[in-house]
Each structure stands twice: as structure tokens, then as C-alpha cells.
């Protein structure tokens, strides 16, 4: 039975529907874009440090990043798979054991776990072995020093997510503080991400064309991976120093630390299910506002977006992260494209992945009717006009994506990625880009939108995923026109001219692709 | 305050009319009954009454004002409530209800007064600050008519309304629906349920395939002294 349930749970959530695609496609591409970066300088740095016999250092660095990402990984899915998952309710009223019920969960989170730690474990570890030409005993104890992390990470995970899941749910009644709390964890995640980046970028800057690295920079690696001492303990196992020490702790602990957890998630696990059926909600009087029609409107508009947990996570962390993500990616590309191709590049790289970002962050818009669920009927039955109601869902989706779009543009400019003429240039262009990107989504989602009988939070998958599948194909000519151009023209205003022509070139087609219909929505 | 003419309506992909030539007309202060079988078109006629569906041919008024021509007053003068009691889940009971008063611009004394009056009848004041996806279906259903009735619309059109309800709430709700008509205002609703069509309507249109079978003037017949046993006019005339 437990293995039953354990190919459930899978099953849930490998479902490769249309629906599930579209539900991941934009954590993917965000995600994947993310993981470029990183590959890229993992292999650079891999061979930089590599060449600076730097090998102990880069090991216990990249440990430490797993395990931290392995404990937060394991706390999300702790409280997602055992605390807040529903179907739990399902399984208890059919003739299964409550205890393998814990059981099936317990083993799906293990084998996620067991997956992310070791595929982690041969993009560094394993890429920086093939590097160094290390032999077939250090690739060995990559298997081992996998099951000693995920059980240690799983472990912390398990123990922590039970103190977390009490704040979430105090978080949960407290919504602003719930929005501020979200923004700090995305700010933290990448400040944390940027530093890592910086520290390879300046790795690799500093390799590039010698052998040896200055002192100062030298001690600094030293004593970052000197900080993180259980995290050196792995190296040492890869490495086959101090086995006594590194074997004798790193095992027990991480037995202590699962067996713990295992208990302690139980008891948590056990005592939410009987306490499922009770409602706690607490009920406070508030005075809310009676507005004009279209503030009414966008109040509810952002209401609805920033109760939901995974959209008012989608829009947090793509308004924190664009500027970020922009800039890192410019930096990472100039740094290891410039001097290959030429300094011509860079001005591309910034439209492409300013577009790109544009179209992630505007996908807000192909879902904003879907989203109201099946009370989207309000919509014809209000005395105020659909093309209205349309219009001021543009603007609440789309005021998400201009603002981080604007500070980014403002971060190229400041960091010298892009001139003040370019910076007006692309300003222009891409807020043309992104009204007409999410008209046509919002239109898109209006013709047809998807909508279920019971709400989950992240409704018009289908349409999200064509309006950014569209967006993306028109970002990329956009993006690749950007890079090529300036090789082709010398003068920049003819660059620029090309780059309007292909934006209104695509504003024309989805006014004439929206035309007709537009005229018959109801006024 | 309501006029139906000859309305019509087909499907895209459908060689069958889902509305066939409806034609009635409610009165002010009356309580009018719309009866079919499932499938038989009310839903359908509802939605192009209100103007959430386009028709193909015919005409609808609602308080002189047609749907189609003068859209705008048309709507701010009537209040619809699905059969699914569909409300905006991430707010609460009181931000649904507030966010239709805004958007029907009613000011805020009179709505507080209006919700202190449904909180009252309904006995509804311990969740209206709860977040509406807590609801149970009869607390959602509550909240929709308190929401769309919120503007006191002279026409309140209600989609099989007590569907699925528990008895007190089903009591609550035809009190309420009695007493709004009293007071003047027209309500059009629809329901399979016999019974329930048979003690609260005044007339009652009887439609099958998206045709009119019959128009049963219920208050009339019992004014007369007659008798009147809907189940049997309304299988005779379904059943033709």
C-alpha cells in the first residue's frame, strides 16, 4: 500500500497535462535561466579553481550552497506533502492506514530529496572531478556523500519546517505582514545569490589570463570555506583526509537528525489530521472602503492577487528579482562574451533579456479573467463597461512588470551596461512591448478563459502558456535583432529603427487579430 | 418591469435552438417562476436576459431600458445570482458586498444600513468577516444575494436559488424573497423544484427544449378558489 500511495504522489506530481505544463513552464524558464547562469560559471570557476589547487575550497563552498538549498527545499515540502496537503483527508476516509499514509509521504519527499541532492552533486562535485581528472573512487564517494546529505538535510528540514509552519500560519492571518515577510525571504535568497555570483565572477575575471591570484583574494576563499566547517567535513571524504573525524560525525549526525525529524513530523502530522475538521478562523471587523467603480475595481483586482499565495509569490519575486536577474545575466555574459565577440554584444544581451523578463513577469495578464474564477460572470452583469473592466485589468497586471522593467533599465544605465541614449531608446520600445504583450494576453484570456467549479490560486495555465510562448518567439527576434544589428549598421538610430518596426510590426498584427472582437465586447 | 420578446438563442456548433421564441413578461411586485426540466433552457435564457450571453433575435427590457441599447441602466436596475453562488473567493463576505456597492454606487450609510438588515435576516454577522473560501455553499449563497442585491434593484433574477441548501437556509432565503417583493420589486427566478415554485410564485412559465409549454397564473387560479396541483400541469405539459 505505502508503495502504492509512494506512485501516487509521484504520479500528482509528474502529471504532465496541459494544465501542469503551463502551471510550471514560468518557474522553469526562470528557474532554468537561473541554473545557466550558474552552469556556466560553475564550469569556469570549476577550472579556475581548479588551476589555483583550490579543489577543498570550491567542494565545501558548494556543499554548503546544497545543504542550504536541500533544508529549505525539505521545510517547503515537509509542510506542503504532510501539513497543508488535502488529499491526506481523501486517503483517511478510504481503508488506509494513517501510518502508511505518513509513510508514502515521508518516502516521496526522501526520493525528491535523494534526486535534487545528487543531480547538484555532479554539476559541481562531479563536474569539477572530470575537470581535476580525479579517479573513480572520488565518483564513488559522490553516491555516498549524497545519501549522508540528503538524510542530514531532511533531517533539519523535517525538524525546522514544524516552528515555520507555526509562522506561516500566524503569516496567514496577517497579510501585509505576510507580503513584507515574502519580499525579505526573495531579497535575502538573492543577495545571498548575487554574492555567490560575484565570488565566481571575480574568480574567473581574475584567472582569465594567469596562473596565480593576488593575496587578498586568496585569503578571502580560504576563510569563506573555512567558516563552513561541517561543509568541509564532505571534502574531506571526497578527498580522503581526516576520514576518522569527517566519517565519525557526518554519519551519526545525520542519523540523529532523521530519526528525529521522523518522530517529531509524525507526532505534527498525526495531530494536524485530527484537528483538520475544526475551524479556527478568527474573525476580525474591518472598514473597508466604498469606492468610485474603477478604484473599486483595481482594489479588488490587487485584493485577489495578493490573498493568493502562489500569485502574490509569482509577482513578489518577479518585480524583486528582474532587476537582479537583468543585471546578473548582463554581467555573466559580458564578462565571459565580451572579450570573445566584442563589447557590441552587450547592448543586445541587455534588450534580450529585458524582453524576456518582460514576458515572464507580464504572463500576470493571460491569466487575469481566469482568475476571478466562475464569479468572472460579475463582469457582464456590473453596470460599468467590460472594455473598462478589461482595460483596468491591464493595468493592475502590467503596472508589475513596468516598475521592476524601469528599475532595471535604470541598473543597466548606472552600471555602464547600457548609455543614456540606449536607455531611452529601449525604454520606449519595451513599454511599447509590454502594453501590446499583455493587451493580447488579457484578450486572449477574455476569449477563452478556464476556470474550474473549486478556485486553486493559479487558474489560465493554457492561456498563460500561449501568451508567453508568443511573447517569448517576439522577445527573442526582438533580443537577437539587438545583438546583430550593431555588427551589421554603424549607425545606432537605424539599430533602434528596426527594433520600433518589429514591435509595431507586432502591435499591428494583435490589433488586427483582436479587432473584430474587441468591437464586440460589450461596451 | 421585465419584458421578454421573442428571444432566441443558438449555440455556436449546435443545430438546435437552446431558447426557442420566449416571450413573458413580470410584473412589478410579482413573484415569477421559470420551470423546466434540466437542460431545458433556463440557464441559458437567464444569461441573455441579463446580458452575459448575446441572443440572435428578440428583444429584452428591464425596467423600460434594453439590454442591448441602453446596457448600463438596464443592469443597474437588476441583480443576478448564478446557480453556482459564484463570489470573488479571496475576499471577505463584507469586501464583496462593499466592492458591488462601489461599483453600483451606492454610499456608505445606506450600504451599512442595508448589510446590518441582511446580517439580521440572514443571521449571517459571525462570518462576513471571514474570508469567503471558508464559506460553506449556503454562507456563499447568502453573501451572492447580499452582494447583488446590495443597490435594492427594482428586478432581482435569481438562478435556481435554493439549490442545494439545508432547510433553514432555504426558510431564510423565501422569507427574504417574499418580503423584497412586498416591497415593490419584481423577482424572476428559476427552480425544478415543484413544490417550492408552487408556494412562492405568482405566475409561472413552463419551458421544455427552450420553448414555452404553458404560463400558469398561479395567484389567479387560488384568488379563484381553485386548486391548483403543479405537478400534474407541469408533466402534462413537459410530458406533450
Known sequence: MIFKLVGLHLKQSTGRSQKKIAEYILPAIFLMASLAVIVVSLYYSGKAFDKLRFGTEYITISIFILQLIMIVYNIVATIKQLYMSNDSLLFLKLPIKKIDIYLSKIIFILLNQYILCFGYLLVTAGMFGMIAEYGGVYFAKLFLISIIITAFSMGAGGILSVPVLYIISFLKRHNILKLIVIAACVAVFFTFYIKIMNGFISVIDATRDKNYLNPALVNEIKDTAGIFVYSHLFSDILFGTRPALSYGITIPLAGILITLSFFIAKYKYFKIQSEALENNIKSTKKDVPVLKPALALLRREYLLIFRSDYESLSFISTALTMPIMVYMTTKVVAVSGTADIGGNIVFGICVLTLAVFIVISNSACASTVSRDGQAAYTMHILPYSVKKQLLIKLVANSVVTVIPFVISEIVLVATGYLTVSQFFATLFLLLIFIVVEGFMAVMNDYKSPEYSEYSKGNEGGKNTLFSTLIGLVVAIIIGLLAILLPFVLSNPEVSYAALYGVVILYAVIVAIVNRGFFRRVQR | ?240
Not at chain 2, 67 to 72: G, L, P, Q, R, T
Request: proline share 2%; net charge negative.
Open chain 2, 1 to 240: 418591469m421585465l419584458q421578454v420578446s421573442n428571444l432566441s438563442k443558438t449555440y455556436k456548433g449546435s443545430d438546435k435552438k437552446a431558447v426557442n421564441n420566449l416571450s413573458f413578461e413580470v410584473k412589478e411586485g410579482e413573484i415569477f417562476g421559470l420551470l423546466g426540466l434540466n437542460g431545458a433552457g433556463k440557464s441559458t435564457a437567464f444569461k441573455c436576459i441579463t446580458g452575459i450571453q448575446p441572443f440572435d433575435e428578440g428583444s429584452v427590457s428591464v425596467c423600460g431600458y434594453d439590454i442591448i441599447k441602453d446596457e448600463m441602466q438596464a443592469k443597474q436596475n437588476y441583480a443576478f445570482i448564478p446557480d453556482n453562488h459564484a463570489v470573488f473567493e479571496g475576499l471577505t463576505g463584507r469586501e464583496y458586498i462593499t466592492f458591488m456597492a462601489s461599483v453600483y454606487n451606492v454610499d456608505k450609510e445606506t450600504m451599512n444600513k442595508r448589510i446590518d438588515r441582511f446580517v439580521e435576516m440572514f443571521n449571517s454577522g459571525s462570518y462576513l468577516d471571514n474570508p469567503i473560501r471558508s464559506y460553506s455553499h449556503g454562507m456563499k449563497q447568502k453573501v451572492a444575494i447580499m452582494g447583488g442585491i446590495i443597490h435594492y434593484p427594482k428586478l432581482w433574477i435569481l438562478d435556481e436559488p435554493l439549490l442545494g441548501l439545508d432547510p433553514k437556509s432555504i426558510k431564510q432565503i423565501q422569507t427574504f424573497m417574499r418580503e423584497y417583493a412586498q416591497m415593490g420589486n419584481s423577482i424572476l427566478f428559476s427552480s425544478h423544484i415543484l413544490d417550492t415554485v408552487s408556494k412562492m410564485c405568482d405566475r409561472v412559465l413552463i419551458i421544455d427544449h427552450g420553448e414555452t409549454k404553458g404560463l400558469i397564473d398561479i395567484k389567479g387560479k387560488k384568488e379563484n378558489g381553485e386548486n391548483v396541483n403543479l405537478d400534474e400541469i407541469f408533466f402534462s405539459l413537459v410530458e406533450e
